[in-house]
Antibody
Framework: EVQLVESGEGLVKPGGSLRLSCTTS????????MTWVRQAPGKGLEWVSS????????FYADSVRGRFTVSRDDARDSLYLHMSGLRGEDTAIYFC?????????????WGQGTLVTVSS | DIQLTQSPSSVSASVGDRVTITCRAS??????LAWYQQKPGKAPRLLIF???NLPSGVPSRFSGSGSGTHFTLTINSLQPEDFATYYC??????????FGRGTSLEI
């Protein structure tokens, strides 16, 4: 069974940093592009970042580029999102997801999400 | 960037009804469109990919159609568990992988 479990939930002050983790099982993690998607309270879905298999190709939404860094550890079957320079508008539930295809969405499996709150 | 416009933003229906949700893309995306279902407090679930393909486990009352810039999600014979929010997403290999703003399907 494919499973994705996020962790790293927290309350952070504006300008602060936080690292999210996504631990996976049930599939060959190293073969898949992985993605972070977020959802602000009561709002819709926003794609944040994707990292291709191998880890050399990464992509970011304009809203987070230069502040967030996506990475992966294939030995640990884990995906990470290091967030710095956090702003109030980064407050959201962050989901990790698996891409069905190496080059593009859709996202066929999702974690349950982890909440990031940015507030003073 | 590719923009997606979903309509309606909300729709009311009853068990047994047929509902259609529309998603329009700001440019031709061929069949590179997906639909997701999200229930409150849960992660999204992939319903349709490549405009009209159902992943295994998705009931056949869900169907998708369209290509280019105009797409539809149809749910036949609504079931109680179908009341949720539905999102379209462009799935070309050109990020950002934008989502529509969602359609809330209410009883």
């Amino acid at each position: 069974e494919v499973q994705l479990v996020e962790s790293g939930e927290g309350l952070v002050k504006p300008g602060g940093s936080l690292r999210l983790s996504c631990t996976t099982s049930g599939f060959t993690f190293s073969s898949y592009t992985m993605t972070w998607v977020r959802q602000a309270p009561g709002k819709g879905l926003e794609w944040v970042s994707s990292i291709k298999s191998g880890g050399n190709d990464v992509f970011y939404a304009d809203s987070v580029r230069g502040r967030f860094t996506v990475s992966r550890d294939d030995a640990r079957d884990s995906l990470y999102l290091h967030m710095s320079g956090l702003r109030g508008e980064d407050t959201a539930i962050y989901f990790c997801a698996r891409n069905r295809y190496d080059d593009s969405p859709p996202f066929d499996y999702w974690g349950q999400g982890t909440l990031v709150t940015v507030s003073s | 960037d590719i923009q997606l416009t979903q309509s309606p933003s909300s729709v009311s229906a009853s068990v047994g009804d047929r509902v259609t949700i529309t998603c329009r893309a700001s440019q031709d995306i061929s069949s590179w469109l997906a639909w997701y279902q999200q229930k409150p407090g849960k992660a999204p679930r992939l319903l349709i990919f490549s405009a009209s393909n159902l992943p295994s486990g998705v009931p056949s009352r869900f169907s998708g159609s369209g290509s280019g810039t105009h797409f539809t999600l149809t749910i036949n014979s609504l079931q109680p568990e179908d009341f949720a929010t539905y999102y379209c997403q462009q799935t070309t290999n050109y990020p950002p992988y934008t989502f529509g703003r969602g359609t809330s399907l209410e009883i």
